[in-house]
């Protein structure tokens, strides 16, 4: 079975893999999609995340090596090309969820060279890869990856909310245009309802989950966060509509409220499932 329904992707896929064996040989571990191709959350402006594993940490040479590759598929003649994201993990740093947070080497969403980052370093991330990672090259990633526990994918998902919420909070200027005014949107459905399951899952599951959780008040900004996402080079130039920044600081208040609430639930052996309050008490997106 090909790796995704669209068959220019396809191929732009078989191009990136056909040139990381030339340049790693036998460092090559795997090569897997993760993110929306995985979760079966994707659609046409989907971003195409990967992650590929190396045996050791790369050295000067392959670095430069992958740089000049990475330059040469941005400028293949079709858009999928311009929308790949991912970062090479060595197998060891994979393997161990101590080393979560360490930087990588790291290829951003419409970038054409790597960077060093933690952005795919995180547990979420394995798990999406172990349990549901698409393989375009390598073995089974469940041989790469031990099996990882609820409390522990939770309590990443917890600090995600309170810690991005507490920065988008204190300065929202960086995040005022209309792309990242959606991405917040879509990002704290789904962070909600990842806390909510223990597991991740993707932003279509999130906002779907969100609006039928949720007080009914959210969902036209929900629904609304979807018309951000085409195009995103255009759309983080563009300003976001007021009303709808205003209102998506109040959704990350509320989120940032129900996840506090569940967690401490859970300590104290009764947990409440996020969204339980707005069936409750009606909607507080007032504040």
Same mark, same amino acid.
């Given at each position: 079975?090909?790796?995704?329904?669209?068959?220019?992707?396809?191929?732009?896929?078989?191009?990136?893999?056909?040139?990381?064996?030339?340049?790693?040989?036998? &460092?090559?571990?795997?090569? %897997?999609?993760?993110?929306?191709?995985?979760?079966?959350?994707?659609?046409?402006?989907? =971003?195409?995340?990967?992650?590929?594993?190396?045996?050791?940490?790369?050295?000067?040479? $392959?670095?430069?090596?992958?740089?000049?590759?990475?330059?040469?598929? %941005?400028?293949?003649? *079709?858009?999928? @090309?311009?929308?790949?994201?991912?970062? %090479?993990?060595?197998? !060891?740093?994979?393997?161990?969820?101590?080393?979560?947070? #360490?930087?990588?080497? %790291?290829?951003?969403?419409?970038?054409?060279?790597?960077?060093?980052?933690?952005?795919? /370093?995180?547990?979420?991330?394995?798990?999406?890869?172990?349990?549901?990672?698409?393989?375009?090259?390598?073995?089974?990633?469940? @041989?790469?990856? =031990?099996?990882?526990?609820?409390?522990?994918?939770? !309590? #990443?998902?917890?600090?995600?909310?309170?810690?991005?919420?507490?920065?988008?909070?204190? =300065?929202?200027?960086?995040?005022? /245009? +209309?792309?990242?005014?959606?991405?917040?949107?879509? /990002?704290?459905?789904?962070?909600?309802?990842?806390? +909510?399951?223990?597991?991740?899952?993707?932003?279509?599951?999130?906002?779907?989950?969100?609006?039928?959780?949720?007080?009914?008040?959210?969902?036209?900004?929900?629904?609304?966060?979807? &018309?951000?996402?085409?195009?995103?080079?255009?759309?983080?130039? $563009?300003?976001?509509?007021?009303?709808?920044?205003?209102?998506?600081?109040?959704?990350?208040?509320?989120?940032?409220?129900?996840? #506090?609430?569940?967690?401490?639930?859970?300590?104290?052996?009764?947990?409440?499932?996020?969204?339980?309050?707005?069936?409750?008490?009606? *909607?507080? !997106?007032?504040?």
């Amino acid at each position: 079975m090909p790796p995704t329904p669209f068959p220019e992707l396809n191929q732009v896929l078989d191009q990136l893999v056909a040139r990381l064996r030339r340049i790693l040989a036998e &460092d090559l571990v795997g090569v %897997y999609l993760q993110g929306s191709f995985a979760l079966d959350g994707f659609d046409q402006h989907s =971003d195409v995340d990967f992650i590929v594993v190396v045996e050791d940490e790369l050295s000067s040479a $392959q670095v430069d090596a992958l740089q000049a590759m990475h330059e040469q598929v %941005y400028g293949l003649e *079709s858009e999928w @090309s311009v929308h790949l994201e991912g970062s %090479y993990v060595p197998r !060891e740093i994979l393997r161990n969820p101590a080393r979560v947070g #360490e930087a990588l080497w %790291y290829l951003d969403h419409g970038a054409r060279t790597l960077v060093r980052s933690d952005h795919c /370093n995180r547990l979420h991330v394995r798990w999406i890869v172990r349990q549901e990672g698409v393989v375009l090259a390598g073995p089974s990633p469940r @041989s790469l990856i =031990d099996p990882l526990p609820e409390e522990a994918l939770r !309590e #990443e998902a917890f600090q995600t909310i309170v810690d991005w919420g507490r920065s988008i909070l204190a =300065d929202p200027a960086p995040w005022r /245009n +209309r792309f990242y005014q959606g991405f917040i949107v879509l /990002n704290y459905c789904r962070l909600l309802h990842d806390l +909510r399951r223990g597991h991740p899952g993707s932003k279509r599951e999130g906002a779907a989950w969100a609006k039928s959780a949720l007080d009914p008040a959210w969902a036209d900004l929900i629904d609304r966060a979807w &018309d951000t996402r085409p195009d995103p080079a255009w759309q983080v130039r $563009q300003p976001p509509d007021p009303d709808d920044f205003e209102r998506t600081l109040r959704f990350v208040e509320h989120v940032m409220r129900e996840s #506090e609430v569940f967690v401490s639930g859970c300590k104290e052996g009764v947990p409440r499932r996020p969204g339980d309050g707005d069936r409750q008490s009606g *909607s507080d !997106e007032s504040g």
